[in-house]
């Protein structure tokens, strides 16, 4: 019989439920974004966000269950992340998950949104088994973690100041693309001349560590610079450079310490795994040095539930259970990412 786990997200902007057969198909899938309506301000408004779950999440469990076809009684476990992300936000998810365990009896599992992010690519690629190199980008991370067997997680690099989501969106802003400006971007890039604006690449020669606020500097620098001295700023071609600049970092990085601990496989995860540059990127280094790339659909890069019911299978053949005292945590890392180098 398939294990059939449910998935709850809720950590920032998007409600979501899924249901998940064997930690690997995807029953359903469903997505409440409030991006329009956090648009206006420019960025997540943490109450907004919180009030907009409570408002949204039995729905979003109730079709995602109409669209698996199956009742509540037939899931064999609560799968809700726990953290990292907005803490008002976790808590309606969480809350949630509680309530449905508690009138399911079924077992209730808090799950690593991280964790979740690089599961995605265990939905789409039957064939991967550890080990693997992760390379994690959304809007608060930026890190490179080596999964050498299905128990640990070793941290090979991380972001010194900004993730790559963050500095990218801030561009986004600064150049009036709008809210979410990742996507916004990615699209601005298109057809642009990445060669035209020159953007500084922070390396670190013995380190797989990233840092993004030079890069981003220099970015409002050149903006300011740009304007006042009233010349016209190319945005296509901005943001084609600046997409190709940390895409280069990222994939340079990722695929040198790859090579370092012999494995051959990168799976990418996290919002940012949505840009068509950084895939690109990657898949270029990846071919040249032999190495398989797994990156899971757009829809499964950025915030979903099935990522959530995927990591939680995980844990729920290891026997991980959680209780009522489960709480919201904000910083949460990795779960199982006690050693780095
Ligand atoms: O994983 P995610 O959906 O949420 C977090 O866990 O943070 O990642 C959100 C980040 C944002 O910075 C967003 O702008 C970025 O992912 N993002 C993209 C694209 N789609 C989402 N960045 C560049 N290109 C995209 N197509
Ligand atoms: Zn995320």
């Known amino acids: 019989m398939a294990i059939l786990t449910l998935g709850i997200e809720s950590s920032c902007d998007e409600t979501a439920c899924a249901v998940v057969s064997d930690g ?16 206006r301000f420019g960025g997540v408004v943490p109450e907004i966000a919180s009030r ?8 979003c469990v109730r079709d995602a269950l109409n669209i698996a076809g199956i009742n509540l009684s037939d899931i064999d476990a609560i799968c809700v992340t726990k953290g990292p992300g907005l803490v008002g936000a976790l808590l309606v998810g969480i809350s949630s998950a509680k309530g449905l365990s508690e009138v399911t009896n079924k077992p209730l599992i808090g799950v690593g949104h991280i964790d979740a992010h690089v599961a995605a690519n265990y939905l789409t690629h039957e064939e991967l088994i550890p080990p693997f190199i992760a390379l994690i980008v959304s ?12 128990r640990d997680q070793i941290v090979m690099g991380q972001t010194r100041d900004d993730a790559a989501g963050e500095a990218i969106d801030k561009i986004a802003r600064v150049l009036g693309l709008g809210y979410p400006g990742g ?3 990615d699209v601005a890039a298109k057809g642009g001349d990445p060669t035209i604006y020159d953007f500084p690449k922070t390396r670190f020669p013995d380190s797989f560590d990233f840092s993004f606020s030079g890069i981003k500097t220099a970015a409002l620098n050149m903006i300011n610079r740009i304007k ?8 296509s071609d901005f943001s084609a450079g600046y997409l190709h600049a940390i895409a280069e970092v990222l994939a340079e990085n990722t695929v ?8 051959l496989t990168i799976c ?14 990657m898949k270029r280094y990846s071919d040249q040095h032999g190495i398989r790339l797994f990156s899971p659909p757009i829809e499964l890069c950025t915030d979903n539930a099935a990522m959530v019911a995927a990591a939680g299978y995980l844990s729920y053949l290891k026997g991980v259970r959680d209780d009522l005292s489960m709480n919201a945590n904000p910083t949460l890392r990795l779960l199982n990412s006690e050693k780095s180098i």
């Open 268 to 281: 990418l995860a996290g919002g940012v795994s949505a840009n068509s540059v950084l895939r690109e990127t």
């Open 24 to 39: 690997r198909n995807v029953l359903s899938s469903v997505i409440s974004s409030q991006a329009s309506y956090h648009s």
């Open 256 to 263: 040198r310490c790859a090579l370092s601990v012999r494995c």
């Open 52 to 59: 907009m779950h409570v408002e949204t999440i039995i729905p």
């Open 139 to 150: 809007g608060g991370h930026t890190e490179i973690v080596f999964t050498p067997n299905d």
């Open 228 to 235: 006042s001295s009233g010349q016209e700023l190319n945005i």
């Open 183 to 185: 996507p916004k971007m």
